[in-house]
C-alpha cells in the first residue's frame, strides 16, 4: 500500500513515538517535504463531480500580504474540505501581472523612465521583475499550507494567457460590445491614463471657492482655470435675481469666448452665487448638460494635467499653477469678489490618489447592459447574502460604459491597426494571436483600399480585462462558446473589488458564453491592524504573515484567520488570538499524546462500545460532527471551529478523560470499550482538524494510522443514543460537582473520598467510572434517601442583628442559641430577653443542617435533582 509519496518519506518519524513537546516549524517543514503538488492537481477525466473555484490572481508586489493569507486560507479549508468530500477539486493559482505599480517600480529600479528604453525593452523588464515577485509569493503561500493545484497555475503577461485576453477582446468587438469612441473619461493626469469608474474613489480635500465678475454676473468656482474650457452659464429658471439674463450671451473674462446663459432646474440656487459656469468638463454634471444641449468642446487641460493652447498666456501650466494666475489676474483686473475655503468630496485616482480631470477622448469601451449583468447576478448564490446589494447598487448608478483603453505600456496590448490610406481599422485573426500590433504587421494589405502602411493601436487594456476573464480561463475556454467546466461553482474574492473584479467579470462571461460565471460567490472581510484601522505603512500597523508564521507556525496563523470572523466580516488582527491557536494546538497535542498510546495498535478497531460513557462521548461527538459538518456547507469556518474546539478541550480533555482514565488504566473488560470509543473520537476528530491545521492534523494521523489525513473522507458518523446522552451528562456532572467538593475542601483530586451514595430517578450503570475518577465508593440508588435532617447550629447575619439589637447582641445570640432545635429551623415571631420580651427580625440566622442516613451522619451534595450523600473517610 502507498501511504505517502515523494522523497522525504524516509524523514517520516516512526508512526507512534510521540515526542513531548510539538515542534511547529519542525513538523510543518516536514510534511510541505513531503506532500507531493500532484496530490492535489484537478483530474480533467475523473468522473467524480467537480468543484472549481475561481481562485483570485493577485498582483505580484512579491508581498503575499495578511489580507491575502486570510483569504487564502478560507479558499483552502473550501479546497480541503471538499476534497474530502470526493470532489474532483481545482484550487488553481494565477497572477494578474499587468499595471502601473510594477512599471514604476521598474522606473525606480533601473533609475529610467518608461521612455528612455523601447517599448519591448520595458516590458522585458516589467516581466522580469514580475517573475521575480511570483516566485517570493509562491514561497509565502507554500508556508502556509495551501493545497493549490499548481498544474492549473496562470500568469496573465504570458502570452497562453493574454491572447485569451484578446480574443475575447476580438469577440467581444465582432458582437457589438466593444466600441470606439470620442468620449469624456476619468483620466489620471499624473499615472497618464483612462481609468474606468470603478477606479474612482471619492475623498474629502480643503479647496478654495473664487467668487469673481463673469461679464457682470458674480460666479463663485473652485477651478477658475478652466474658464478657459468655458461653454456656458448656467441658472435656475425659477432665480428670479437672474431673470434679467435669460436668453443672453456672456463674454467669459480673459479669454473672449461669447457663451449663452442656459436655464435648468439641476442648478442649485442656494450653492455659491446661484449661477455656475460649464466646462468641458469640470465633472460629470458638466458632461450631462453638454450633453443635453450640444454645446461645444473646449479641451483646456492634456494628458499630462498642463493648459492647452485655448488657454491662452497660461498654456503649458500646470493646472494648479495656472488655478493660481487666474486668481491672481482676477484680482488685478478688479473682479475677485471673494475667496473662502470649503471641503469638497473630489474623485481621484484609486491607486495614486491625484484628483481626477474628466477629458474628452478617442478610447475604447465595453457596452454595460445593466440587465444582464443584474439576472445573471441574481442567479449567482451570494455569501453573505447582503453582498448582492453592494454589487446591485453600483450597477444601478453605472452611467458610463466601461472605459478599457489605457495609455501605459506593460498591459494587454489591444489587436488593431488602422490603414493609413484610409483609416480603415483593421483586426488580426483569432489564429494570429497573442499580437503587438507595436511590433508586428497585419497578415494582409487593407481589404478597402489595399493599402499596406497601417498605424497601430498603442493603447492597451485595462488589467480587468485580463482578470475578468479568469473564471473563462481555468474552466477551459478556447473562445468558442461556453468553457466545457463553466460554471464554476465558487468565487473567493474580497469586497473591495466587488465593483470590478466580481462585476466585470459577470459581465465578460455573461457577454461571451450567456452564462453566470459561477454558482457561488463567497466575499470575505478585510484585515484590519490591532489598532482597528486599515493596515497602511502611514499607520505602521502592518503585520506580514511571515511574521506570525516564524514565531507560531503556520497552523496557527491559518486557526486565527478561521476563528477570526464570519466571512464577509472585517477581521481585526490580534496577537492574542494566535497565541489562544497555538494553546489549543498544545492542548490538542496532549490530548493526542494521551490517548495515542492507550489505543496502541487498535486504531480504527471495531470493539464494541458499551459503557455509558463511551456511548455518551460517541453521541456528543455525533452531533459535533453534525455542527461541524453544516457550518462548513455554510463557510461558517469560525462556527466549525468553535465546534471542534468546544468538542476537544471541554467534553473529551476536560470531562469524558478525566472520567474514564482510571478505567483505561484497569484490566477492566469494559476497557476495550473507551479504546474503541477513543479510537473512533480521535479519528473524526483529526480528520475534523485537516482542512484548517493541515501540517498538525497529518502529524497526529501519521502517529494513529500511519497514513495521510488528507486522502480521508470526510466524517460521517452518525451514533446517537439519546439515553447515554442524557446519563452521561449526569454522570459528568456528578462526577464534576465532587471534584469541585474534594478541592474546595482542600482534599487532594486522587484522595479517597470515602463512600458515596447517589440517588437518581432512573437507574445508572457507569461501569464504575465515577467510583475510579473519584476515588470512591460509588453506590447508585433509585429509592428515596430516607434522610434524617438535624439543626446542627445556626449562622447568624450579623448586618441584620447587629443595628436591631446593639449592645445585646451577644445576649440575643446566646438566647437563640438556647432555643430548642425546632425553634431554630423556624424562628419565633419574639422572645424572651433579660426579661423583656423582643421582636426577632426576619432573617437574623439561618439554621445549619446535618444529615443522616440510618443514623450514620452524611454530607449531602445536590446536582439537579440528584442527592449525593457523602460519607467521608476518616
Ligand atoms: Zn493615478
Ligand atoms: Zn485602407
Same mark, same amino acid.
Request: with cysteine.
Given at each position: 500500500?502507498?501511504?505517502?509519496?515523494g522523497n522525504?518519506?524516509r524523514?517520516?518519524?516512526?508512526a507512534?513515538?510521540?515526542?513531548?513537546?510539538?515542534?511547529f516549524?519542525e513538523v510543518?517543514?516536514r510534511?510541505?517535504?513531503?506532500?507531493?503538488?500532484e496530490?492535489?492537481?484537478?483530474d480533467?477525466r475523473?468522473?467524480?463531480?467537480?468543484y472549481i473555484?475561481?481562485?483570485?490572481?493577485p498582483?505580484?508586489?512579491?508581498?503575499f500580504?495578511?489580507g491575502?493569507?486570510?483569504?487564502?486560507?478560507y479558499?483552502?479549508?473550501?479546497?480541503r474540505?471538499?476534497?474530502m468530500?470526493?470532489f474532483n477539486v481545482?484550487?488553481?493559482?494565477?497572477?494578474?501581472?499587468?499595471g502601473?505599480?510594477?512599471?514604476v517600480k521598474?522606473?525606480?529600479?533601473?533609475?529610467?523612465?518608461?521612455?528612455?528604453?523601447s517599448?519591448?525593452?520595458?516590458?522585458?523588464?516589467?516581466?522580469e521583475?514580475?517573475?521575480?515577485?511570483?516566485?517570493?509569493?509562491?514561497?509565502t503561500?507554500?508556508?502556509?499550507?495551501?493545497?493549490?493545484?499548481w498544474?492549473?497555475?496562470y500568469?496573465?503577461?504570458?502570452?497562453?494567457?493574454?491572447?485569451?485576453?484578446q480574443?475575447?477582446?476580438l469577440?467581444?468587438?465582432?458582437?457589438?460590445?466593444?466600441?470606439?469612441?470620442?468620449?469624456p473619461?476619468?483620466?489620471?493626469i499624473?499615472?497618464e491614463t483612462?481609468?474606468?469608474?470603478?477606479?474612482?474613489t471619492?475623498?474629502?480635500?480643503?479647496?478654495t471657492?473664487?467668487t469673481?465678475d463673469?461679464?457682470?454676473?458674480?460666479i463663485?468656482t473652485?477651478?477658475?482655470?478652466?474658464?478657459?474650457a468655458?461653454?456656458?452659464?448656467?441658472v435656475?429658471?425659477?432665480?428670479?435675481r437672474?431673470?434679467?439674463?435669460?436668453g443672453k450671451e456672456?463674454?467669459?473674462?480673459?479669454?473672449?469666448?461669447r457663451v449663452?446663459?442656459?436655464?435648468?432646474?439641476?442648478?442649485?440656487?442656494?450653492?455659491?452665487t446661484g449661477?455656475?459656469m460649464?466646462?468641458?468638463f469640470?465633472?460629470?454634471?458638466?458632461?450631462?448638460w453638454?450633453k443635453?444641449?450640444n454645446?461645444?468642446?473646449r479641451?483646456?487641460?492634456?494628458r499630462?494635467g498642463t493648459?492647452?493652447g485655448?488657454a491662452?498666456?497660461?498654456?503649458?501650466?500646470?493646472?494648479?499653477?495656472a488655478?493660481k494666475?487666474?486668481?491672481g489676474?482676477?484680482k488685478?483686473?478688479?473682479?475677485?469678489?471673494?475667496e473662502?475655503?470649503?471641503t469638497?468630496?473630489?474623485?481621484t485616482?484609486?491607486r495614486c490618489?491625484?484628483?481626477?480631470?474628466?477629458?474628452?477622448?478617442?478610447?475604447?469601451?465595453?457596452r454595460?447592459?445593466?440587465?444582464?449583468i443584474?439576472?445573471?447576478?441574481?442567479?449567482?448564490?451570494?455569501i453573505?447574502?447582503?453582498?448582492?446589494?453592494?454589487l446591485?447598487?453600483?450597477?444601478a448608478?453605472?452611467?458610463?460604459?466601461?472605459?478599457?483603453?489605457?495609455?501605459?505600456?506593460?498591459a494587454?496590448?489591444?489587436?488593431?491597426?488602422f490603414?493609413?490610406?484610409?483609416g480603415?481599422?483593421?483586426?488580426?485573426?483569432?489564429d494570429?494571436?497573442?499580437?503587438?500590433?507595436?511590433?508586428?504587421?497585419?497578415?494582409a494589405?487593407?481589404?478597402?483600399?489595399?493599402g499596406?502602411?497601417f498605424?497601430?493601436?498603442?493603447?492597451?487594456l485595462?488589467?480587468?480585462?485580463?482578470?475578468?476573464?479568469?473564471?473563462?480561463?481555468?474552466?477551459?475556454w478556447?473562445?468558442?462558446?461556453?468553457?466545457p467546466?463553466?460554471p464554476?461553482?465558487l468565487?473567493?474574492?474580497?469586497h473591495d473589488?466587488?465593483?470590478t473584479?466580481?462585476?466585470?467579470?459577470?459581465?465578460?462571461?455573461?457577454?461571451l458564453t450567456g452564462?453566470?460565471?459561477?454558482?457561488?460567490?463567497?466575499?470575505?472581510?478585510?484585515?484590519?491592524?490591532?489598532?482597528?484601522?486599515?493596515?497602511s505603512?502611514?499607520?505602521?500597523?502592518?503585520?506580514?504573515p511571515?511574521?506570525?508564521?516564524?514565531?507560531?507556525?503556520?497552523?496557527?496563523?491559518?486557526?486565527?484567520?478561521?476563528?477570526?470572523?464570519a466571512?464577509?466580516s472585517?477581521?481585526?488582527?490580534?496577537w492574542?488570538?494566535?497565541?489562544?491557536a497555538?494553546r489549543?494546538?498544545?492542548?490538542?497535542?496532549n490530548?493526542?499524546?494521551?490517548?495515542?498510546?492507550?489505543?496502541?495498535d487498535r486504531a480504527g478497531?471495531?470493539?464494541?462500545?458499551?459503557?455509558?460513557a463511551?456511548?455518551?462521548l460517541?453521541d456528543?461527538?455525533?452531533?459535533?460532527?453534525?455542527?461541524?459538518?453544516?457550518?462548513m456547507e455554510?463557510?461558517?469556518f469560525?462556527?466549525?471551529?468553535?465546534?471542534?474546539?468546544?468538542?476537544?478541550?471541554?467534553?473529551l480533555?476536560?470531562e469524558?478523560?478525566?472520567?474514564?482514565?482510571?478505567?483505561?488504566?484497569s484490566e477492566?473488560?469494559?476497557?476495550?470499550?473507551?479504546?474503541a470509543?477513543?479510537?473512533?473520537?480521535?479519528?473524526?476528530?483529526?480528520?475534523?482538524?485537516a482542512?484548517f491545521v493541515p501540517?498538525?492534523?497529518?502529524?497526529c494521523?501519521?502517529?494513529?494510522?500511519?497514513?495521510? &489525513?488528507? *486522502?480521508? @473522507?470526510?466524517?460521517?458518523?452518525g451514533?446517537?443514543? +439519546? /439515553?447515554?446522552?442524557?446519563? $452521561? !451528562?449526569?454522570l459528568?456532572?456528578?462526577?464534576?460537582?465532587?471534584?469541585?467538593?474534594?478541592?474546595?475542601?482542600g482534599?487532594?483530586l486522587?484522595?479517597?473520598f470515602?463512600?458515596?451514595?447517589?440517588?437518581?430517578?432512573s437507574?445508572?450503570?457507569?461501569?464504575?467510572?465515577?467510583?475510579?475518577?473519584?476515588n470512591?465508593?460509588?453506590?447508585?440508588?433509585?429509592?428515596?434517601?430516607?434522610?434524617e435532617?438535624?439543626v446542627?447550629?445556626?449562622k447568624?447575619n450579623?448586618g441584620?442583628?447587629g443595628p436591631a439589637?446593639?449592645?445585646?447582641?451577644?445576649?440575643?445570640?446566646?438566647? &437563640?442559641? *438556647?432555643? @430548642?432545635?425546632e425553634?431554630?429551623e423556624?424562628?419565633? +415571631? /419574639?422572645?424572651v430577653?433579660g $426579661? !423583656?420580651?423582643v421582636?426577632?427580625?426576619a432573617?437574623a440566622?439561618?439554621?445549619?443542617?446535618t444529615?443522616?442516613?440510618?443514623?450514620?451522619?452524611?454530607e449531602?451534595?445536590?446536582?439537579?435533582?440528584?442527592?449525593?450523600?457523602?460519607?467521608?473517610?476518616?
Amino acid at each position: 500500500m502507498r501511504r505517502y509519496n515523494g522523497n522525504g518519506r524516509r524523514n517520516l518519524p516512526p508512526a507512534g513515538e510521540i515526542p513531548k513537546h510539538y515542534d511547529f516549524t519542525e513538523v510543518e517543514e516536514r510534511w510541505q517535504r513531503t506532500w507531493r503538488d500532484e496530490d492535489n492537481y484537478f483530474d480533467r477525466r475523473s468522473p467524480r463531480p467537480r468543484y472549481i473555484i475561481d481562485t483570485p490572481p493577485p498582483y505580484p508586489t512579491g508581498n503575499f500580504h495578511i489580507g491575502n493569507a486570510l483569504n487564502w486560507c478560507y479558499i483552502d479549508f473550501i479546497a480541503r474540505y471538499r476534497r474530502m468530500q470526493g470532489f474532483n477539486v481545482m484550487f488553481p493559482q494565477g497572477w494578474d501581472c499587468h499595471g502601473l505599480p510594477t512599471e514604476v517600480k521598474v522606473e525606480e529600479e533601473h533609475g529610467i523612465t518608461k521612455n528612455d528604453v523601447s517599448r519591448e525593452e520595458f516590458r522585458r523588464m516589467c516581466r522580469e521583475l514580475t517573475a521575480r515577485n511570483i516566485e517570493l509569493m509562491r514561497r509565502t503561500m507554500r508556508r502556509l499550507g495551501f493545497s493549490t493545484d499548481w498544474s492549473n497555475e496562470y500568469v496573465t503577461m504570458l502570452p497562453e494567457y493574454f491572447s485569451k485576453t484578446q480574443r475575447s477582446f476580438l469577440r467581444m468587438f465582432h458582437s457589438g460590445y466593444i466600441y470606439q469612441a470620442e468620449h469624456p473619461v476619468n483620466f489620471c493626469i499624473r499615472c497618464e491614463t483612462a481609468i474606468a469608474f470603478a477606479e474612482v474613489t471619492y475623498q474629502e480635500r480643503e479647496t478654495t471657492l473664487t467668487t469673481f465678475d463673469f461679464d457682470g454676473v458674480e460666479i463663485a468656482t473652485t477651478r477658475p482655470e478652466l474658464l478657459a474650457a468655458c461653454v456656458a452659464v448656467a441658472v435656475n429658471p425659477d432665480d428670479e435675481r437672474f431673470t434679467r439674463l435669460h436668453g443672453k450671451e456672456l463674454t467669459v473674462p480673459f479669454f473672449g469666448q461669447r457663451v449663452p446663459v442656459l436655464q435648468d432646474g439641476a442648478v442649485d440656487p442656494t450653492f455659491g452665487t446661484g449661477a455656475v459656469m460649464i466646462c468641458t468638463f469640470g465633472d460629470k454634471q458638466d458632461f450631462h448638460w453638454w450633453k443635453e444641449y450640444n454645446l461645444p468642446l473646449r479641451k483646456a487641460i492634456d494628458r499630462k494635467g498642463t493648459m492647452t493652447g485655448i488657454a491662452g498666456k497660461y498654456a503649458g501650466m500646470r493646472v494648479e499653477d495656472a488655478r493660481k494666475a487666474i486668481a491672481g489676474d482676477m484680482k488685478k483686473a478688479n473682479l475677485l469678489r471673494g475667496e473662502k475655503r470649503i471641503t469638497q468630496r473630489v474623485g481621484t485616482c484609486w491607486r495614486c490618489k491625484t484628483p481626477i480631470e474628466i477629458l474628452s477622448e478617442r478610447q475604447w469601451f465595453i457596452r454595460v447592459k445593466h440587465d444582464e449583468i443584474l439576472r445573471a447576478a441574481r442567479e449567482v448564490t451570494w455569501i453573505p447574502e447582503y453582498m448582492r446589494t453592494r454589487l446591485e447598487n453600483w450597477v444601478a448608478q453605472m452611467e458610463w460604459d466601461w472605459c478599457i483603453s489605457r495609455q501605459r505600456i506593460f498591459a494587454t496590448p489591444i489587436p488593431v491597426w488602422f490603414c493609413d490610406a484610409c483609416g480603415e481599422m483593421i483586426l488580426p485573426s483569432e489564429d494570429d494571436l497573442p499580437v503587438d500590433p507595436t511590433v508586428a504587421l497585419p497578415k494582409a494589405p487593407c481589404p478597402k483600399c489595399g493599402g499596406v502602411k497601417f498605424t497601430p493601436e498603442e493603447d492597451v487594456l485595462d488589467t480587468w480585462m485580463d482578470s475578468s476573464i479568469s473564471v473563462l480561463h481555468v474552466t477551459g475556454w478556447d473562445g468558442s462558446g461556453t468553457p466545457p467546466l463553466f460554471p464554476a461553482q465558487l468565487r473567493p474574492q474580497g469586497h473591495d473589488i466587488i465593483r470590478t473584479w466580481a462585476c466585470y467579470t459577470i459581465l465578460r462571461s455573461v457577454a461571451l458564453t450567456g452564462q453566470k460565471p459561477w454558482e457561488g460567490i463567497l466575499v470575505n472581510g478585510m484585515v484590519l491592524g490591532e489598532d482597528g484601522f486599515k493596515m497602511s505603512k502611514s499607520r505602521g500597523n502592518i503585520i506580514q504573515p511571515e511574521e506570525i508564521l516564524g514565531k507560531y507556525g503556520a497552523d496557527s496563523f491559518r486557526q486565527w484567520s478561521a476563528s477570526g470572523a464570519a466571512t464577509g466580516s472585517d477581521v481585526m488582527f490580534n496577537w492574542n488570538d494566535v497565541v489562544a491557536a497555538s494553546r489549543l494546538q498544545t492542548k490538542l497535542w496532549n490530548i493526542v499524546r494521551f490517548i495515542l498510546p492507550k489505543i496502541g495498535d487498535r486504531a480504527g478497531g471495531t470493539g464494541e462500545v458499551t459503557a455509558l460513557a463511551d456511548r455518551w462521548l460517541l453521541d456528543r461527538l455525533s452531533g459535533t460532527v453534525a455542527e461541524v459538518t453544516s457550518a462548513m456547507e455554510a463557510y461558517a469556518f469560525d462556527q466549525a471551529l468553535k465546534a471542534i474546539r468546544e468538542f476537544a478541550w471541554n467534553i473529551l480533555a476536560d470531562e469524558y478523560i478525566e472520567l474514564v482514565k482510571g478505567r483505561l488504566y484497569s484490566e477492566e473488560p469494559e476497557r476495550e470499550s473507551a479504546i474503541a470509543a477513543l479510537s473512533i473520537t480521535l479519528d473524526a476528530l483529526i480528520r475534523m482538524l485537516a482542512p484548517f491545521v493541515p501540517h498538525f492534523a497529518e502529524e497526529c494521523y501519521h502517529h494513529l494510522k500511519g497514513r495521510s &489525513v488528507h *486522502r480521508e @473522507p470526510w466524517v460521517e458518523f452518525g451514533f446517537r443514543d +439519546a /439515553a447515554a446522552g442524557e446519563k $452521561g !451528562d449526569l454522570l459528568t456532572r456528578i462526577v464534576s460537582e465532587l471534584r469541585t467538593y474534594k478541592h474546595d475542601r482542600g482534599m487532594a483530586l486522587n484522595a479517597p473520598f470515602g463512600r458515596l451514595t447517589i440517588y437518581t430517578k432512573s437507574p445508572v450503570d457507569d461501569s464504575g467510572d465515577a467510583a475510579r475518577a473519584l476515588n470512591a465508593e460509588v453506590l447508585w440508588r433509585t429509592e428515596e434517601p430516607l434522610l434524617e435532617k438535624r439543626v446542627q447550629d445556626v449562622k447568624f447575619n450579623m448586618g441584620i442583628v447587629g443595628p436591631a439589637f446593639k449592645g445585646r447582641a451577644r445576649e440575643f445570640m446566646d438566647a &437563640v442559641r *438556647r432555643l @430548642p432545635r425546632e425553634s431554630l429551623e423556624n424562628p419565633p +415571631a /419574639a422572645m424572651v430577653l433579660g $426579661g !423583656d420580651e423582643v421582636p426577632v427580625p426576619a432573617g437574623a440566622f439561618t439554621p445549619n443542617f446535618t444529615y443522616a442516613i440510618g443514623g450514620k451522619d452524611v454530607e449531602i451534595v445536590t446536582v439537579g435533582d440528584v442527592i449525593v450523600a457523602v460519607e467521608r473517610a476518616p
